[in-house]
């Protein structure tokens, strides 16, 4: 089945600074691909996502770049802030087995 | 507000009890899938129902079931509960393959 790997498993940055979250999935049949943010006590929410049709996909502060023949994409969220702070879930879907796999998580914290 | 309603928010339950958790989908999707997610084994994929039946099972235990009901709403039952099935259980929705999935905010089940 699908594997996702997520890296980093934790991330702090300065206000303002940028932050950049990484994910590689092993089904080359997965076609869909979201990011989520989960804070405390809370059920992750969808920011941003991207299919595989399209390379680069962006939301004001925040982005997400898709290399298929890699197999990994990224998240991007520029100007950080407090309010960022949070844990950040990609995620790929495999049509062939019918879920959503997700990555471990990275613990973003935003120095004020 | 995702627009999924999961019941109840809290279950403190003994060792070789039964539980349901439920989970109403948001208006108009026909996908809900169940998610445990634990410390350390992040957002683990249950199983997927799609308009009542049953589309995609993950790494579901024997002693776990599910189901969908004519109104979408769907329910997990958890038995012969063991100390490490303590974790959050969410439920997700979504209008259909690929699509989105939008979350509750979990049913937090302690065992003791």
């Known amino acids: 089945g699908e594997n996702v790997e997520q890296h980093p498993s934790t991330l702090s940055v300065q206000e303002g600074d940028s932050a950049v979250i990484k994910c590689t999935y092993s089904?080359?049949?997965?076609?869909?691909f979201p990011w989520y943010k989960q804070e405390l006590g809370k059920g992750p929410q969808l920011i941003i996502d991207?299919?595989?049709?399209?390379g680069e996909k962006k939301d004001q502060r925040i982005a997400v770049t898709l290399n298929k023949t890699a197999k990994h994409f990224s998240l991007h969220i520029t100007e950080t802030q407090p309010e960022d702070s949070a844990v950040y879930f990609c995620?790929?879907?495999?049509?062939?087995?019918?879920?959503?796999?997700f990555g471990s998580g990275t613990q973003l914290t935003v120095l004020p | 507000d995702s627009g999924v309603t999961q019941t109840p928010k809290h279950l403190i339950t003994a060792t070789g009890q039964r539980v349901t958790l439920r989970c109403s989908p948001r208006?108009?999707?026909?996908?809900v899938y169940w998610y445990q997610q634990s410390l350390d084994q992040g957002l683990q994929f249950l199983i997927h129902?799609?308009?009542?039946?049953?589309?995609a099972k993950g790494n579901i235990l024997e002693r776990f079931s599910a189901q969908q009901f004519p109104d979408l709403h769907s329910e997990l039952n958890l038995s012969s509960l063991e100390l490490g099935d303590s974790a959050l259980y969410f439920c997700?929705?979504?209008?259909?393959?690929?699509?989105?999935?939008?979350f509750g905010n979990g049913t937090r089940l302690t065992v003791t």
């Open positions: 995620a790929a879907y495999s049509g062939s087995a019918r879920q959503l796999t």
């Open positions: 208006s108009g999707d026909l996908s």
């Open positions: 997700a929705s979504s209008g259909g393959p690929d699509s989105p999935l939008h």
């Open positions: 129902y799609y308009n009542g039946e049953e589309r």
């Open positions: 991207i299919r595989s049709n399209v």
């Open positions: 089904d080359s049949a997965s076609n869909y």
